[in-house]
């Protein structure tokens, strides 16, 4: 079983900017994406990127947050700049592997998932 390990959460305060990175084999990202989930909601997509390395974001981080990886697909990334207190959840990387198609915020395309790593954003 592929194990992956997210590192870089924290508490910010709001309008601040953190750096996610969550850790793999080798391609184990090709497509891979970033999902959260705060107490009391659902696990939502928030950033997604394919094979091919297009992207897609959700409406409520469009232009805050950005995925990225290593040319290995060994390490995946999500910048997030400009926190609002709204982001503060728990974060999950996710991947499957060398997947072509088109970027997914869909929690069902992803077969490999980290454990979580808190994010704490204060107003």
């Known amino acids: 079983q592929v194990q992956v390990v997210e590192s870089g959460g924290g508490s910010v305060q709001a309008g601040k900017s953190l750096r996610l990175s969550c850790v793999g084999p080798?391609?184990?990202?090709?497509?891979a994406a970033w999902f959260r989930q705060a107490p009391g909601q659902e696990r939502e997509g928030v950033a997604a990127?394919?094979?091919?390395?297009?992207?897609t974001y959700a409406d409520s981080v469009e232009g805050r947050f950005t995925i990225d990886r290593t040319n290995a697909k060994t390490t995946l990334y999500l910048q997030m700049d400009n926190l609002f207190a709204e982001d503060t959840a728990m974060y999950y990387c996710?991947?499957?592997?060398?997947?072509?198609?088109?970027?997914?915020?869909?929690?069902?395309?992803?077969?490999?998932w980290g454990r979580g790593i808190q994010v704490t954003v204060s107003s």
């Open positions: 996710a991947a499957a592997g060398l997947v072509e198609g088109r970027p997914s915020l869909t929690a069902t395309d992803y077969n490999i």
């Open positions: 990127i394919s094979y091919a390395g297009s992207t």
């Open positions: 080798k391609y184990t990202y090709g497509r």
